[in-house]
């Protein structure tokens, strides 16, 4: 229009002016939820969680950041795995998290090597379908060339309901979701369907928002009103067919000394989605 002289484009606003999905003001609701959650269903003496998704999507990280938000304080207990490369966790192995000395939480986590394409690492898609259904006894070695067969002393033929898995869940980097190889999200997809033929409740959370999104890094607060990382969430509904009120947004603890209320609060909000899609599924069997 008028002036005669150029003026620069404005800078596109990197924050939604409101978030499009809202994180609690305080954690205290939710961390006693999460605290007191025991499963209804009495066959059920645990609720199962099992993580997939690629090597260093940050599984064990997750793992340990629920530890951390729960005993309020920074632990490292799922080896983590800093060095890229190969899978880290190749056993089969429940991880629990200690309420006091006599008890642990009423959930458990499991978390499956990465999904690779490459033949020589990742887990064979038939193993991860028996983890599904209970068949993976403790400490089994995944073995990317052969899986899992009814022989086998690692075989549990006859899984009670508390070793089948009651929700599953994709966990993916926000750094890797646009590299990730089509064989990885084929994967990645196919064990979604076979968790829902079972019935099985998903969800996927999105980690290392701090490395994708500066304004994440500088304020955990703001990670749903990143339109950057809102883009990664939409990405991923896209590539797993995954609604998007289904995947959740967390930073993991990995160099904090103590544990703070921002990065609690989007860990604890994924963690109470998983205990409530998990319950529902155990009440509708
Ligand atoms: N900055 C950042 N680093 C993370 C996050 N989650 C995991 N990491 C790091 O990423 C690496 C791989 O994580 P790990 O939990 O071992 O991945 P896994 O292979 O899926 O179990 C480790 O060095 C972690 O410290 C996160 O949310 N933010
Ligand atoms: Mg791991």
């Given at each position: 229009m008028g002036g005669g002289h150029s003026t620069e484009p404005e800078p596109e606003p990197v924050l939604l002016p409101v978030p499009w999905r809202t994180l609690p003001e305080y954690n205290l609701d939710n961390l006693e939820f999460v605290k007191s959650y025991k499963p209804h269903n009495k066959e059920a003496t645990q609720l199962r969680i099992l993580l997939h998704g690629p090597n260093h999507a940050g599984k064990s990280s997750f793992i340990n950041s629920v530890e951390s938000v729960l005993q309020g304080r920074v632990t490292d207990r799922a080896a983590t795995d800093a060095i890229s490369g190969m899978s880290f966790t190749k056993n089969y192995k429940t991880h629990k998290i200690q309420k006091d000395p006599e008890r642990y939480y009423s959930f458990v986590f499991n978390d499956v090597m990465g999904l690779e394409d490459n033949t020589d690492?990742?887990?064979?898609?038939?193993?991860?379908?028996?983890?599904?259904?209970?068949?993976?006894?403790?400490?089994?070695?995944?073995?990317?060339?052969?899986?899992?067969?009814?022989?086998?002393?690692?075989?549990?033929?006859?899984?009670?309901?508390?070793?089948?898995?009651?929700?599953?869940?994709?966990?993916?980097?926000?750094?890797?979701?646009?590299?990730?190889?089509?064989?990885?999200?084929?994967?990645?997809?196919?064990?979604?369907?076979?968790?829902?033929?079972?019935?099985?409740?998903?969800?996927?959370?999105?980690?290392?928002?701090?490395?994708?999104?500066?304004?994440?890094?500088?304020?955990?607060?703001?990670?749903?009103?990143?339109?950057?990382?809102?883009?990664?969430?939409?990405?991923?509904?896209?590539?797993?067919?995954?609604?998007?009120?289904?995947?959740?947004?967390?930073?993991?603890?990995?160099?904090?000394?103590?544990?703070?209320?921002?990065?609690?609060?989007?860990?604890?909000?994924?963690?109470?989605?998983?205990?409530?899609?998990?319950?529902?599924?155990?009440?509708?069997?």
């Open positions: 690492c990742g887990v064979c898609e038939e193993d991860l379908n028996l983890a599904l259904r209970g068949h993976v006894k403790e400490y089994y070695k995944f073995n990317p060339h052969s899986h899992l067969t009814e022989n086998d002393q690692e075989y549990n033929s006859s899984p009670t309901l508390a070793d089948k898995v009651h929700i599953l869940v994709s966990v993916v980097s926000a750094d890797s979701l646009t590299l990730l190889k089509k064989d990885v999200v084929r994967k990645m997809r196919n064990i979604r369907l076979a968790a829902s033929e079972m019935g099985i409740p998903q969800l996927a959370i999105i980690t290392k928002v701090d490395e994708a999104c500066p304004e994440a890094a500088k304020n955990m607060n703001n990670i749903y009103k990143s339109k950057l990382l809102k883009e990664k969430v939409d990405k991923l509904h896209n590539l797993l067919g995954l609604s998007r009120n289904r995947i959740f947004l967390v930073k993991n603890y990995n160099s904090e000394l103590e544990t703070n209320d921002a990065i609690d609060a989007p860990i604890l909000l994924a963690l109470k989605q998983m205990l409530h899609s998990g319950e529902d599924f155990l009440n509708n069997l």
